[in-house]
């Protein structure tokens, strides 16, 4: 494991054992594990320090990967042969896959627990077809533990950057860093 990977799971794992608050509201329950997009393969090969960490912290994990959603909603889609022959059409659809997205999570996340984290994997592959923000945004009212959100980007000023492709938004998660001290 790298070294930036080994800190951010030991963030990760300082912030996971304390107390956790009561009575926060949803976006207050999520957590965003910010690391560069260097390291996105080494990241799903070590998720299991996170969970480790989480299990250590005496809490629940359940890990929801939807790096496949994309691929997975097209192919079932009734116009996907269509789709391949004019792309530009699919955009008017997109929306639709944005909430296939959120109704996979919702089902997790209703089988979750207050002492549960919730982590959710492959969000770079969403990039293009929907925003990370508008997911966590249907979301975060329904996370009744915490939602950890492995997110490769940036994070600068309460601002977040998925791959460092688009402007960031601004969103109250709460940012674990490889390079924070807590």
Not at 64 to 80: G, K, R, S
Not at 105 to 116: M, P, R, V, Y
Not at 131 to 156: D, M, Q, T
Request: aromatic letters at 10%; charged letters at 20%.
């Amino acid at each position: 494991m790298s070294s930036r990977i080994a800190r951010l799971v030991h963030s990760y794992q300082s912030f996971i054992e304390l107390p956790w608050e009561q009575g926060l509201a949803g976006a207050q329950k999520v957590i965003f594990a910010v690391y560069d997009k260097t390291e996105e393969l080494r990241i799903r090969a070590h998720v299991e320090e996170f969970e480790i960490a989480t299990k250590a912290a005496q809490h629940q994990w359940r890990l929801i990967d939807i790096t496949d959603a994309f691929p997975q909603w097209l192919v079932n889609h009734d116009y996907c042969e269509g789709y391949f022959e004019s792309p530009d059409d699919l955009q008017d659809c997109l929306p639709e896959f944005t909430e296939s997205i959120v109704a996979l999570i919702n089902a997790e996340l209703l089988e979750a627990d207050d002492n549960t984290v919730v982590a959710l994997q492959g969000v770079a592959a969403v990039y293009g077809f929907s925003h990370v923000s508008e997911i966590i945004a249907k979301i975060a009212n329904n996370v009744k533990g915490r939602l950890l959100v492995l997110f490769p980007g940036e994070y600068e000023n309460n601002n977040y950057r998925l791959l460092d492709a688009r402007p960031g938004w601004n969103y109250q998660a709460i940012p674990i860093t490889a390079n924070q001290n807590l």
